[in-house]
Structure formats: structure tokens, C-alpha cells
């Protein structure tokens, strides 16, 4: 493999190989905190069901914060590449590009990344930069930035949009600047109960049966020596089902977890709610609350994403609740797609 | 420098080119999260104020958890031998050694440091491997191991020992197994009410202004990159004095945040004390509560040790706090003269 430079240059030469198809398309990305998916969708998008979805591709993760900045911008090059080649488009097939990338906090981030992109793509396409979390809201509403997505799986995030573009978020910021309602702190919270019950300085749970046993370890004491080796929130966060099978089999410790994390997740809803002023001046205005991630999946008996939905409608009853049916790299799509479309009727909503 | 094998034999080749003075060594390694330090006192020792330490050496970290088993060895060898070369001593000069370091939370990790010191020390001389909770201890109390020691700097943990020899810990696990009483548990609060405050999750605070200024940060946008940059526990810990100012000048959110921290090690010590039964079965009997760390420093109007002693001392009145004036590795020397000096009296703790 070549040495990726400032914009790679030999990740395009597949488009002299190939014969082309025809036809405007539209990349939409998602980078989460694990991998990246692009998807390529045709710009003249009838509204099927299924989406028509060209192509996908899939690379490692491309938030820089992790990986580093050249590492994260030489994943989203190539997986961009690759499924224009998988479509066989070339980039000047391409009309309009979302990037929907974890890390992305600031404004700077997002016009250092625009204007990167910028190399990659001529100046008549149309280039939208955003946090993950957006791609995410997305997928629920068929690309209309409006309504507040919840994302809750090994981090957590929440996320608005108001119809005339305002935005906000809430929590987001790793488990060191508080996001105990994700999968990793209802994990660790769960740990730390273990090591309080066997200190002494908590109540006895069944969590330290039910998570020693699921750790191959025999005592508490090898908890430490555990998280020691490996600190990855992914790691950590895999111990979710462990402690809802515990809350199911009635463990009080392993409820009051649960519970936390219900009144931390609604609280970052509520805040982007509040703050957006989403349901209008009576309190009583609908709008979308997109569920994802797998704290919110509803396939067990303790059911996190509905104890949420209710806490929130208990303030807001216009939130009306949507499980996404597509992936959040054609969330990124439908964006790009429908800001594009959005620009044609006169819209005030575009990016660079 | 040469690689260092399993016991590191060059690095004892200084006792080759040394004319040994004579008289009986003691020496005392305290091995924490930052560095590691040897002492060494003389073995045939007046209880003289202050007390006759022959020298001092100082290393890096020591904690096999953080640096890896075989970098903690050859430091926690080279740290003795500058001792001993320091206070013109070989190792035949040496009757006993005290290792207290960090890092030894389990019986398994403590038979091995024991079996690899074997190697290095022949069988007359005596050997004590602790976690470096047990130094701080016996620095309060001359080297005897009764009562609690708490602990808290960057990290906390709270430690103590009946007169018949049982022993017993609380927290010392790490802020992912709830530590949330030291300076790291504190800044990470505080920073975590930045955010929420921020996102409109939590009450507005002071402490926004304050850690932004101390960090020269202009939002708190920009504290997720500040996190993500590094996240070693005592970066983050070196906000501890921001927040007590903050408390002091009156922010609710710090008081809170401090008043929190004091709950938790207050529940530590308490836990200790419980468990050995430390406070006789009338709860009144004394015992020494030794205070250690940068948290529990008498220096500020806001006086987080005080007010753990405080919440002790309601439930347990005859705890006596002490402040050690001697460091933690000359607690852990006079560990190990108080151990051997114990044995000629016919005492029942001996180790190895």
C-alpha cells in the first residue's frame, strides 16, 4: 500500500479502469466509534421500499480522535472509493456527499473536514459535514433534519435538529465527562457494585455471581486485574445483557442501574428538546425521537428504550418514538439527498 | 544498559567495587502510581527524632499493572541497589527488605514478587511484599500494622490491619471500579458538570469559568479533545484545586462535588473498620487513622480530610487521626524492623 498524502491520489486510479455507468449519484458515511459504512444511492431516488441502495462498502473506524487525523481521512477516502467502484461510478457521477463522522464536535473539525473533501470533489458537488449521531437521525425520518435522535450503545449521544436548523446535543462526550446512561456506564456501574458489595461498602447483588461467572474469574479481587488489561469501552460495555438478565431475575442493585441510566438517557433527550424548544410553545407540538443502539433495543423483558419513551412523553407527549429500518450510512444518504432537493425548492438549510 | 533477564545480576556489580562500611541494613521500597522510592535505615535502630534514614533513591513507576511485570522489576532492583550504593552497603549487609508497592492486590501477585525477591536476597534475610497502601500505614504509625490507613491523591484506597494480623481493603480499584472519592473522582465530576451544564443537563455551575481559564480552553465544546488527548488519571487529577477554590468561593456544584467525595471516603474507612472490627465490640476502642494524600492536605478552608475524620468519628469515636511525618518507603522500612524486632518477641506475623 502506498503512503496516504494530504488528499490519495492513487486510491481514484480505479477510475481509469473502468467503464462507467451513468447517472448522478449521492455517498452517504457513517463513521461510528467501531467501523464505517458508505453507501451509494442514485440521486434520482424514487421512494421505494426497499431504498435502492447501489452499493455499500465497510472499513475500520474513522474517528480521529482515535486513529489520528491522516489514518481517519485515508479510511473515508478508500470506503468512498470503494463503493463508487462496487456502483462502477467514478466521482464525477457524484452530485452530493454526507459524511456523518464520530468526533466531529466542533466547527472547526467540520470545516477542516469540508475542506478536505473539497480536494476530493469539485466544487459542484454538494458537501455536508456532521457528527455520527446526525446520519443516525437521519435514518429515522428519510434525511429531514428535524426531531431529537437518542443514540445509546457503547457511548451515548443525543441529538436535535429544529425545522429552520438550529441544532443541539447532549452527553456525547465519553464516559470520563459523564455519559452513565450508555452501554459502558450501565457496565461499569455494574462493576463497581461488584467491588462495593465485596468491600463492603455496598449491598450484596446477584450481579457478582452473574458477572464473574461471564468473566471466567473467581473472585472480585481479578476484577481489578481485568480492567486493568485492556480498558476499551467496547470491552467494558459487553457486559449490558449480563446486567439486564440480572435486573430481569429481580437483583434491586442491577434495577437501580437500570434505572439510572433510563433517567440519564431521557434527561440528555430532554435537554435537546428544551433547548430547540421542539414541541412549540404548548409543549405539546410533535416531533421525531429516533431510538438507536443497543441499550434501546427492545428485545428483552427490561425494556430501556421504552422506560425512556415513557419519561420523556411524560413531559413532551408530542414525541412520537421511530425504530430506523435502514442503517445509518443511508441516513447520511437520504440527508445529502433531500438537502439537495430541499436547495432546489428554495430551502435556507446548505453547508459549504 | 544492559537488557534486563529475569533477576538483573549486572546490575549488583557495584558491590564488586565498593569497600562496604559494616552494620545491618533495612531496606523500605514504596512503589505508587507516579514513582518508586527505596530507603535504607539501620537495622540496629535508635528511635531517634528525626529518624537515622542512611539514604534515599528514587525511580520510576513501579506498578506491574501499568508498566508491565519485567519493567517493574528491573526498577524496583536498580531503585535498592542506588540504595544500598548510596549508604555504602552490599546486599550481605541487608537482614530485611519491605516492598510496598502499588499493583499488589492479590495473594498471587504478592507469592510472586516474594519468590522473585528470593532470588535476589538469600534465605536469612527477611522479606515483606504489601500493597503500598501498607507503607502509608506504618508511616503513621511507626510500623506497627493496626488500624486504617485512607489514602487519597490521585487515586484512593483505604487500608487496614487487626493486632492479630487480618487486614482488610476498600476501594483501590481504579475510577472504571468506582474510586470516585480522589482527586480523579473530583475532577471528573467537575468536568462532567462543565458538559452537563453546558448541554442543559445539569445547573449552571462556576466551575464552567474556572476549569476553562485553568485549562486556557475557550468552550466547553472543547473539553472532549482535551480529554481525548490523554487521559492518564493524573492530568485529570490536577484539577483538585480548581474545584476546592470553586467550593470556597461558594459554587454549589463543587460544594456538592466535595461533599460527595467526603461521603465516599468516609464509606471506605468505614468499611475497614467494620469488617476487622477495629473499634472493639462497644465500638469505642482507639485505633489510628492515618491520612495520606493530597486530598486529605490540611491546606485550604474547604478541609476534605477533616471532614472525613469528622463523618468517621460520628460512627466511630475512637478512631485517632494521624498525619505521617515520614514518608511512605520509611513506613515501609520500619514495617519490616517492627516485623523482625516482633518475631524476636515471639509475635505471630511473619511473612516468607
Avoid at 441529538?159 to 429552520?164: I, K
Avoid at 470520563?176 to 457494585?193: E, F, H, M, P, R
Avoid at 461498602?201 to 481489578?224: C, Q, V, Y
Wanted: proline letters at 5%; one cysteine or more.
Amino acid at each position: 500500500m502506498q503512503r496516504y498524502t494530504k488528499t490519495g491520489g492513487e486510491i481514484w486510479d480505479m477510475e481509469k479502469s473502468q467503464s462507467p455507468r451513468m447517472g448522478s449519484v449521492i455517498l452517504g458515511v457513517d463513521g461510528g466509534a467501531g467501523n464505517t459504512v458508505c453507501v451509494c444511492i442514485p440521486a434520482a431516488m424514487p421512494f421505494a421500499d426497499p431504498l435502492p441502495v447501489l452499493s455499500r462498502a465497510v472499513a475500520g473506524c474513522s474517528n480521529h480522535n482515535s486513529v489520528g487525523e491522516d489514518k481517519a481521512r485515508e479510511t473515508l477516502e478508500r470506503v468512498m472509493a470503494q463503493a463508487l467502484l462496487k456502483a462502477r461510478r467514478r466521482r464525477s457521477n457524484v452530485c452530493a456527499v454526507c459524511l456523518a463522522v464520530a468526533g466531529v464536535n466542533h466547527p472547526i473539525d467540520q470545516q477542516r473536514m469540508l475542506d478536505w473533501l473539497r480536494e476530493i470533489f469539485p466544487s459542484h458537488v454538494k458537501l455536508f459535514v456532521e457528527n455520527d449521531a446526525v446520519a443516525a437521525l437521519a435514518s429515522g425520518t428519510m434525511g429531514k433534519l428535524h426531531g431529537c435522535v437518542l443514540i445509546a450503545g457503547t457511548g451515548t449521544i443525543a441529538y436535535g435538529f429544529t425545522r429552520d436548523g438550529r441544532e443541539a446535543r447532549a452527553a456525547g462526550a465519553g464516559p470520563v465527562l459523564g455519559d452513565w446512561g450508555s452501554a459502558y456506564g450501565i457496565s461499569a456501574q455494574a462493576l463497581t457494585a461488584v467491588v462495593r458489595a465485596y468491600d463492603g461498602r455496598g449491598p450484596e447483588t446477584a450481579l457478582t455471581n452473574s458477572i464473574l461467572d461471564f468473566l471466567g474469574l473467581a473472585s472480585p479481587d481479578e476484577l481489578i486485574g481485568w480492567t486493568y488489561e485492556d480498558q476499551s469501552w467496547a470491552r467494558i460495555a459487553d457486559l449490558l445483557p449480563v446486567v439486564v438478565e440480572s435486573a430481569e431475575a429481580g437483583d434491586e442493585v442491577a434495577n437501580k442501574i437500570l434505572h439510572n441510566s433510563v433517567g440519564e438517557l431521557a434527561s440528555s433527550v430532554k435537554a435537546v428538546v428544551q433547548r430547540l424548544e421542539l414541541s412549540g410553545e404548548d409543549g405539546k407540538d410533535h416531533f421525531p425521537l429516533v431510538m438507536v443502539g443497543k441499550v434501546l433495543m427492545a428485545n428483552k423483558r427490561w425494556d430501556i428504550g421504552k422506560e425512556v419513551i415513557d419519561c420523556v412523553t411524560k413531559t413532551y407527549p408530542g414525541a412520537y418514538p421511530i425504530h430506523p429500518k435502514v442503517e445509518p450510512a443511508v441516513g447520511a444518504a437520504l440527508l445529502a439527498w433531500n438537502a439537495v432537493a430541499s436547495e432546489l425548492d428554495g430551502s435556507p438549510r446548505t453547508v459549504a
